[in-house]
């Protein structure tokens, strides 16, 4: 397969957890490239599911697009195994819910649209300055809030750079198609 980007993330059953490793080739076709199973989505279980992905035939000598939900597990592993030559786009979805759980209720509504404001961006520079922005905006009052928004920064807006079409950077920003699929697992 010619893959562009995969999607990692892991569906809980009971006491075991369920990675699942997407997909997407130059078509657009997505395909359901592994399942590893654990206890938790840690470093062992996420290093088995990506070797396995590589001794199959998934390439690891060139770039290749990685899209998770920000776990340290998943980062760490995929750098273990695939090197500098992996982009990791952690989803905004999942980032913005992580800044929002540090906040009361009354802020959510004005710091969600300044970040998806921010996401919309044209570069990626002034993307991280609008984040950046927001983080000293909130510091004070929030400190956790701040500290969530600038942790991972960066590896919110690896699509931005990458200067695809606003349709596959939509596609890309988030884990939503595999959070797709694990819904559809859940479900049967």
């Known amino acids: 397969l010619d893959l562009k980007a995969i999607f990692v993330d892991g569906i809980h059953f009971s006491e075991h957890v369920i990675l699942i490793a997407l997909g997407?080739?130059?078509?657009?076709?997505?395909?359901?490239?592994?399942?590893?199973?654990?206890?938790?989505?840690?470093?062992?279980?996420?290093?088995?599911?990506?070797?396995?992905?590589?001794?199959?035939?998934?390439?690891?000598?060139?770039?290749?697009?990685?899209?998770?939900?920000?776990?340290?597990?998943?980062?760490?592993?995929?750098?273990?195994?695939?090197?500098?030559?992996?982009l990791v786009q952690r989803c905004q979805v999942h980032k913005i819910r992580n800044v929002l759980s540090h906040l009361p209720d009354k802020k959510h509504d004005a710091v969600r649209a300044a970040m998806r404001q921010a996401y919309k961006s044209a570069t990626k520079e002034t993307a991280k300055k609008q984040l950046e922005n927001l983080a000293r905006t909130i510091a004070k009052a929030h400190p956790s809030a701040a500290a969530s928004l600038r942790e991972g920064l960066d590896e919110t807006l690896t699509v931005i750079e990458l200067g695809l079409p606003n349709a596959l950077t939509r596609s890309f920003s988030t884990t939503n198609p595999i959070e797709s699929l694990n819904d559809r697992v859940d479900r049967k």
């Open 24 to 86: 997407v080739d130059a078509t657009g076709t997505k395909h359901v490239l592994g399942l590893w199973e654990g206890a938790t989505e840690n470093g062992a279980a996420c290093r088995a599911l990506l070797s396995n992905l590589t001794t199959r035939g998934v390439k690891d000598d060139r770039a290749l697009l990685f899209v998770i939900d920000g776990s340290q597990a998943l980062r760490a592993a995929i750098r273990d195994v695939f090197g500098s030559r992996a």
